[in-house]
């Protein structure tokens, strides 16, 4: 797991003043291990910064003619879909951060001041994750960004969990909901579609009082903030399966050999991996079970030039 900065910092902090490790141990219901481990990791490493994020948005409204088979124009759109809450969470650490529009926002459709304060973890974070990240949420994130004056956040790696689970296996459902049952994980606040009607304020024919649109904003953010923890359960769930899961270990300083997906040390030497030209060593990561290989070929130069390959159509 990724060191915890909190943590890391009390631990840290009762060391520059004096205590010995065991004194940290008993303080803190650390054992000896942990307390080493916080102590050399605050050293060595500065964990990556990995941000779990969901947003909420209210539908777009519009006229038109059939339900079905039938194209919107621009035109037509009376009024536009808005960001109503966000939820985020460093992974690792235990606070869920959020922010959600006020009554008065919400009935004039403006999300510039929550798009700012969400557009700050954006461009802090080294790594991004959400269920529908790519096709959803940074998208829509951006799209607020920019029609809100806000610069480009700076570039980070992505995990999707959503594309992930569609990649690496054949469930009926991939929703994140549905995932999180049948793996027996952390689940979403129940709510429906009255809730996004509310926070617009209700229906224009029975507009809801200042007391209850307050009352449904702030239970669209409580589950805003169940979505985040049920993403995080079920991250960590499907992280020893992501082929594609981004090394961690190029944002730490230590040459140690880690599991570039959860940056234990923990790793034994399982079989080998093969390539059409080339076998690397393979290993198995104790502590999440993700299976990285090594970098370094055990075929010899002698052999690797003899070798021939297919050739590609």
Avoid at 65 to 91: G, M, N
Wanted: net charge positive; aromatic share 10%; hydrophobic share 35%.
């Amino acid at each position: 797991m990724p060191v915890s900065r909190k943590r890391s910092a009390v631990v840290r902090a009762l060391k520059a003043e004096g205590s010995t490790n065991k004194e940290i141990e008993t303080e803190l219901g650390l054992s000896a291990a942990s307390v080493r481990r916080y102590l050399r990791d605050s050293k060595e490493l500065k964990s990556p910064k990995i941000l779990l994020i969901d947003i909420e948005t209210a539908p777009a409204h519009g006229r038109f003619w059939q339900p079905f088979k039938t194209t919107i124009q621009h035109f037509q759109v009376t009024k536009p879909w808005f960001i109503i809450c966000w939820a985020a969470k460093w992974f690792g650490e235990v606070d869920v951060i959020s922010d959600c529009v006020t009554p008065q926002e919400a009935l004039m459709r403006s999300d510039a001041r929550i798009s700012k304060s969400i557009w700050g973890l954006v461009n802090e974070a080294d790594v991004l994750i959400a269920h529908n990240l790519v096709r959803f949420d940074k998208r829509k994130l951006f799209a607020r960004f920019i029609q809100n004056g806000l610069p480009k956040p700076r570039d980070s790696r992505v995990i999707d969990t959503l594309t992930q689970a569609q990649k690496h296996f054949a469930f009926l459902y991939h929703k994140l909901d549905y995932l999180n049952k049948i793996f027996s994980l952390r689940m979403k606040d129940e709510t429906d579609y009255q809730l996004w009607v509310d926070c617009e304020g209700g229906n224009e024919d029975e507009p809801l009082t200042l007391h209850e649109h307050q009352e449904a904003l702030n239970y669209m953010m409580k589950y805003n903030k169940s979505d985040i923890l049920a993403l995080e359960d079920l991250y960590v769930q499907l992280r020893p399966w992501m082929t594609s899961h981004p090394n961690l270990g190029l944002y730490v300083d230590d040459n140690d050999p880690m599991c570039p997906h959860c940056l234990s040390k923990d790793l034994e030497e399982d079989g080998e991996y093969r390539t059409d030209v080339s076998v690397f060593p393979a290993y198995r990561c104790n502590s999440c079970g993700a299976l990285p290989r090594g970098r370094k070929s055990k075929v010899s130069v002698e052999k690797r030039k003899g070798l021939l390959i297919s050739t590609a159509r």
